[in-house]
């Protein structure tokens, strides 16, 4: 699932072309866009490995140095444009607009279960209050006062509101298809939404969301990891706060393989407002080359925005309690790849384990496949497959980094992305013709949606992209 921040795009130093590294593409070796008649096939007939080796290709070639000369090469998504470049400030309507397109129904679709919620969403999530040091240190970055106060999104990071931070990445012709279709206006949307059609993006839009992890540079730095830690049937919430099996990250290398004591979340808030008492746990002390990882530069630290150095800085804060500067780094801990190969979508996530061999999750890891980096340290699940099973629903497919912050375990990327669209009426306030993740309209977070059942009566889709409904202007 992909998750921007909702509403309007806030930036803070927007990005210049002297500052990005110039745009490269998922290399051509690792599958992307080749062999799209196969991967259909694969989807129709429910051939899961094929799916998976296909998605641990997308992975790893995403993952792949912009430099390969250089062993702290950016990953290559790294020059791609952001979402917060996509929806930046609105330009004037063109005149006449563009002509939206609409979306084919797919064929042989199960209809979902048209009532009953099996499952109810209750995720309480803890409060973040941006440090002190953060507002002080980088005022034009911050946004809000008081408890509403947060970070603008940066040139290369946007606020996730927690300590992961976040990128949102396009693709070329994804980033176009927004630019010159002005989906970044909300105008455009209601438009498509009175003449009953729908978006469709095209077959080379990618979007990514990557998650890094800061660490400094001396000492050690934790890092919560999943280890199944919550049963599928618990409904609460299920964030890496809550989780007990961590890892101590040792850049120096000296410790690997000790057992020490971390201590972490700091300045944070349960979530009726109390304050959260610091976690002390006992971790497995592990070294940088089990992590996609990346030392920030002195010229990075230049590179960066106000607003991309203010993330970083409360990501720190509220971790080990010390600012990020030059000479510490980011891990990466948890990412997801969405492509349009094939008509119905294909959904990939990842995320670090220090079980990496464990489980359904390390399947189908292609044993050939010529990748630079630690690519076989992550566990990934996939969300290709659009036919229910057996019981009439889709398979659980989550990321416990990204969806464990927000989602219940028991849920499914499929599920939440098909439900993508205008206008978005969430939970909160669901409303037939609106849409948004787990309203009673469409309750079931297993179910097998399409685009035509009667949950999206009325509702304009996105064609699986989030991002549009939430930060069109």
């Known amino acids: 699932m992909y998750f921007a921040a909702s509403g309007a795009c806030l930036t803070a130093g927007p990005a210049s072309a002297e500052d990005r590294p110039g745009y490269t593409p998922i290399p051509e070796e690792f599958g992307y866009f080749r062999n799209n008649a196969d991967l259909q096939k694969a989807v129709e007939t429910g051939d899961i490995p094929y799916s998976r080796r296909h998605a641990w290709s997308l992975f790893a070639g995403m993952m792949q140095p912009l430099d390969a000369g250089d062993p702290n090469s950016w990953p290559i998504w790294f020059s791609w444009q952001t979402s917060a470049q996509a929806f930046d400030a609105p330009q004037a309507k063109s005149s006449p ?7 084919p129904s ?3 679709h199960m209809r979902a279960k048209e009532a009953g919620a099996d499952i109810k969403v209750t995720t309480p999530q803890p409060i973040y209050p941006v440090p002190t040091p953060v507002i002080r240190a980088y005022p034009d970055a911050i946004s809000g006062t008081g408890p509403k106060t947060t970070i603008k999104d940066g040139t290369f990071f946007v606020f996730n509101g927690d ?41 080379r839009y990618v979007s990514t969301k990557h998650m890094y992890w ?53 300045g944070i808030l349960n979530h009726d407002g ?32 106000q607003a991309d150095k203010a993330m970083l800085n409360a990501a720190s804060y509220w971790l080990y309690n010390e600012p990020f500067k030059p000479g510490d780094y980011l891990v990466s801990v948890a990412m997801h790849v ?27 890891r292609p044993a050939d496949m010529k990748a630079v980096g630690p690519w076989k340290h992550y566990l990934l699940t996939e969300a290709n497959t659009y036919k229910p ?42 409303a037939k013709g609106t849409t948004g993740y787990s309203n009673p309209n469409c309750p079931d977070l297993l179910a097998a949606l399409t685009s035509k059942d009667v949950c999206f009566k009325g509702v304009t889709l996105s064609d699986f992209a989030w991002i549009i409904p939430d930060r069109a202007h």
């Open 97 to 103: 607009p563009i002509r939206i397109r609409l979306t």
């Open 106 to 108: 797919v064929a042989g």
């Open 163 to 203: 300590i992961m931070v976040a990128t949102e990445s396009l693709s070329n012709e994804g980033y176009s298809a927004i630019r010159e279709g002005e989906l970044y206006l909300s105008a455009t949307l209601q438009e498509a939404h009175e003449l009953g059609q729908n978006i469709t993006l095209p077959a």
């Open 214 to 266: 800061p660490v400094k540079a001396e000492g050690l730095t934790p890092l919560p990891w999943w280890n199944d830690n919550f049963p599928d049937s618990f409904n609460g919430y299920v964030g890496y706060e809550t989780w007990d099996s961590v890892v101590a990250i040792d850049p120096s290398g000296k410790r690997i393989g000790e057992t020490a004591g971390v201590t972490y979340l700091h």
């Open 274 to 305: 109390t304050a959260m008492k610091p976690r002390t746990e006992t971790a497995k002390v592990v070294g940088l080359e089990n992590f996609y990882h990346h030392k920030v530069s002195d010229a990075d630290w230049t590179m960066f925005s």
């Open 338 to 364: 969405l492509t349009k190969e094939v008509p119905t979508w294909t959904l990939q996530s990842v995320w670090w384990s220090n079980a990496p061999d464990k489980g359904p999750y390390a399947a189908d």
């Open 389 to 430: 099973d057996a019981s009439g629903q889709l398979a659980k497919a989550v990321n416990p980094y990204i969806e464990g912050v927000i989602h219940p375990i028991r849920t499914n990327c499929r599920n939440c992305h098909v439900r993508a669209g205008y206008p978005f009426g969430g939970k909160d306030k669901p």
